[in-house]
């Protein structure tokens, strides 16, 4: 690897390992690694947006590090190395806590996230928080993917103004993408990780909710919520995987993990498994494809049956007629979010749903550029969980996600996973199921139409692999032999500003 700090093209690609194995060396250190990013944000991230703000402690951090490191030894493969989070994650330092919205833009947390805290643990550097769809899209029915109050618009590194960025961790992946960091930590609910990876040619994985704690996260739904990691190879997203697992006293679901979650993905990097893997594709969530990205989808079929796996085409899951119900974000974001606000200090000028309604209306010219149809939706219900809708809606998932859907085929045709095209249709599922995914650049769509919202539905495309609770091992080593097979990623060709 050439290094050339003026222009940091040394950065472009750069993953975790060689990283790693460059401060190991000395041929770099940290406080430079992380200037490196930096001035790399400050020359393209102006057309992008995807950089809320920078961590100022980032350099200091990195210097005692480096000093850690000549004096004590590496902590492991993420000492020194500098991510980014989501703006919905609580980090305990100068940086702010906003789920992209000016109600929160005074919120310092004044404790780290569960997730903040692992990647401490492991070394890495939290150098910035990144852009988000605002609520995590939970505000309106009509607000774009991407758009926050408090940091606008984030654009797609491949096209900005042209292509879909997806969301609503869009910030996360279109920094992944552009490399202004080793790696970013997005969050989803439904699609939300998932997504804006498949859009961005990244890798993305939501995790089994529950792997990973969600104390510290601003919330949309209890039961559906998690943390993942965003990167531009599979192994990056493994290393990631593993640093942010366990159980946290504070987050009831991550007890389930119990047993089922590992301290290191890296040893299902196999990309031999494909010979014996067993894999569905369900055409049911391919049926508004258009022709092109369909294209794609065949293209990973045929690449996995050269490789060895066995494709059952054409299964189907009977919970594909059902009609859902979506009474269990809507009642689970007024008391998630409630509890969240209520411990916020004074500084913060609101602590529920109804005052951030209410402080959104009061400063209307630059809190409702889409108004806030759903935050009123969902403050219309209790928030005390007890309505016999959401209790309905709660036993559907639980009944038809897991029980008559992604269980039920997999078992039916002996699968590993089912493999599904990347974008909303195939995670909704997987989110009310609260089941892993895992996302994989797969083709570019040259050609594309425009959508209502002026968008050109053609660039990045990935393939999605879902299986069952805590199967993140089995994705891994399914994506992880589709990428060495394909390497379909490349860097977009970024502008300075």
């Known amino acids: 690897m ?27 250190s940290s406080v430079e690694l992380v200037q490196a990013y930096i001035e790399r944000i400050q020359q393209y991230d102006g057309t992008i947006r995807s950089i809320l703000e920078l961590n100022p402690e980032a350099l200091e951090i990195a210097e005692q590090l480096d000093q850690e490191r000549v004096q004590q030894g590496s902590r492991g493969i993420l000492h020194g190395i500098p991510i980014l989070l989501k703006d919905n994650i609580d980090t305990a330092d100068q940086m702010h806590t906003s789920a992209g919205s000016v109600a929160l833009a005074s919120s310092i947390a004044t404790e780290d996230s569960w997730v903040a805290r692992k990647l401490r643990e492991a070394g890495a550097i939290l150098l910035g928080k990144t852009n988000m769809t605002e609520w995590a899209g939970y505000m309106s029915s ?28 869009s910030g996360s992946a279109a920094a992944t993408a552009a490399s202004f960091a080793a790696a970013a930590i997005g969050t989803e609910t439904s699609g939300s990780i998932i997504c804006p990876s498949s859009q961005n040619f990244i890798v993305g994985i939501k995790p089994t909710v529950g792997l990973i704690s969600r104390s510290g996260i601003i919330p949309l739904s209890h039961s559906q919520d998690t943390a993942g990691p965003m990167a531009r190879t599979v192994a990056d997203a493994a290393i990631l995987l593993g640093a942010l697992t366990g159980v946290d006293e504070q987050d009831n679901y991550s007890h389930e993990s119990q047993g089922k979650s590992y301290r290191d993905y890296t040893s299902f990097l196999d990309k031999h498994f494909l010979k014996q893997a067993r894999i569905g594709v369900p055409r049911h969530y391919y049926r508004y494809l258009d022709a092109e990205r369909l294209a794609i989808m065949e293209r990973a079929i045929v690449t996995l049956r050269a490789e060895g796996a066995t494709i059952i085409d054409s299964v189907s899951l009977p919970c594909e007629q059902v009609e859902w ?17 209520s411990k916020l200090g004074e500084a913060v000028p609101v602590h529920s749903l ?26 219309e219900t209790s928030g005390t969980l007890e309505e016999q809708s959401y209790l309905d809606a709660k036993a559907q998932n ?5 029980t008559h859907g ?14 599904l095209p990347g974008d909303i249709n195939g995670c909704d599922l997987a989110a009310r199921a609260g089941y892993p995914l ?33 199967s993140e091992g089995t994705l891994i080593r399914i994506a992880y032999g589709f990428e060495q097979a394909t390497k379909s990623r490349f860097s977009p060709e970024l ?3």
């Open 2 to 28: 050439e290094f050339s700090y003026s222009k940091h093209e040394w950065l472009i690609e750069a993953d975790i390992e060689n990283l790693q194995k460059l401060l190991d060396s000395g041929e770099i």
């Open 142 to 169: 009509t607000i774009w993917a991407g758009y926050s109050s408090k940091g606008g618009l984030t654009l797609n590194p491949y096209g900005p103004g042209e292509l879909f960025i997806g969301g609503s961790s």
């Open 325 to 341: 119900r979506r009474d269990v974000m809507r009642c689970e974001f007024k008391k998630d979010v409630n509890d969240y606000l």
């Open 354 to 379: 109804e005052e951030v309604i209410a402080y959104n209306e009061t400063h209307a010219d630059i809190a409702l550029k889409y108004g806030q149809n759903i935050l009123q939706w969902a403050d």
């Open 398 to 402: 639980i009944e038809f996600a897991r």
């Open 406 to 419: 992604i269980d039920h085929v997999l078992h039916e045709h002996q699968l590993d996973v089912l493999l």
């Open 438 to 470: 895992i996302t994989v650049p797969a083709g570019y769509a040259e050609q594309g139409s425009t959508t209502s919202e002026g968008w050109i539905t053609k660039g990045p495309f990935g393939v999605v692999f879902a299986g069952t609770a805590y």
């Open 495 to 497: 502008k300075s500003q």
